[in-house]
T-cell receptor, first 114, second 113 residues
Framework: KQEVTQIPAALSVPEGENLVLNCSFT??????LQWFRQDPGKGLTSLLL?????REQTSGRLNASLDKSSGRSTLYIAASQPGDSATYLC?????????????FGQGTELSVKP | DGGITQSPKYLFRKEGQNVTLSCEQN?????MYWYRQDPGQGLRLIYY???????QKGDIAEGYSVSREKKESFPLTVTSAQKNPTAFYLC????????????FGPGTRLTVT
């Protein structure tokens, strides 16, 4: 059974700091991994999608890496801003998953202090 | 604008009543999903549909029902059989194919008292 874990559950950093969010999964047989952002009381916004054949993806100040063999992904946020404060969720899609459904971690709640 | 809409944003019901949550998308996506989110937990899949008139149970389907009569619409009914219906419900959609990501709607917060 695929399990996805995100540590830490919460993180507080001063503005301007570079930071890394971690995501680990127990089964390396995945199609892809997706990182999302969720603001309080809102839906999920897709940030980055990494296919199983890729090592990393970049979008602006965000960089996501994937190491399938070790079951790990990281989301790197450069020069953090108060507007980055949100909960960040990672989710994997398994190879034997015909429906495209995602298995989610519990999220890391990020607070960036001015 | 293309996207996914969910209505209403907030919904209040008395225990024992069925309630239907709406999800509509104009992205021309084939697959649609319903997830449930509880405080401090990740999302859990309730039902999903890959094509019109077909749907599959997810991990926590008991006490829920769905229909997929149109490509654009995937309503979720929370029945009185669902023991803990109070939660935040999220609808998502995706193009068919392995390379595509899921897009989410704004969610509906259901409170049952």
């Amino acid at each position: 059974k695929q399990e996805v874990t995100q540590i830490p559950a919460a993180l507080s950093v001063p503005e301007g700091e570079n930071l890394v969010l971690n995501c680990s999964f127990t089964d390396s047989a995945i199609y892809n991994l997706q990182w999302f952002r969720q603001d309080p009381g809102k839906g999920l916004t897709s940030l980055l999608l990494i296919q199983s054949s890729q090592r990393e993806q970049t979008s602006g100040r965000l960089n996501a890496s994937l190491d399938k063999s070790s079951g790990r992904s990281t989301l790197y946020i450069a020069a953090s801003q108060p507007g980055d404060s949100a909960t960040y969720l990672c989710a994997v899609r398994r190879i034997d998953n015909q429906g495209g459904k995602l298995i989610f971690g519990q999220g890391t709640e990020l607070s960036v202090k001015p | 604008d293309g996207g996914i809409t969910q209505s209403p944003k907030y919904l209040f019901r008395k225990e024992g009543q069925n309630v239907t949550l709406s999800c509509e998308q104009n992205l021309n996506h084939d697959a649609m999903y319903w997830y449930r989110q509880d405080p401090g937990q990740g999302l859990r899949l309730i039902y999903y549909s890959q094509i019109v008139n077909d749907f599959q149970k997810g991990d926590i389907a008991e006490g829920y029902s769905v229909s997929r009569e149109k490509k654009e619409s995937f309503p979720l009914t929370v029945t009185s059989a669902q023991k803990n219906p109070t939660a935040f419900y999220l609808c998502a959609s995706r193009r068919q194919g392995d390379a595509y990501e899921q897009y989410f709607g704004p969610g509906t917060r259901l409170t049952v008292t």
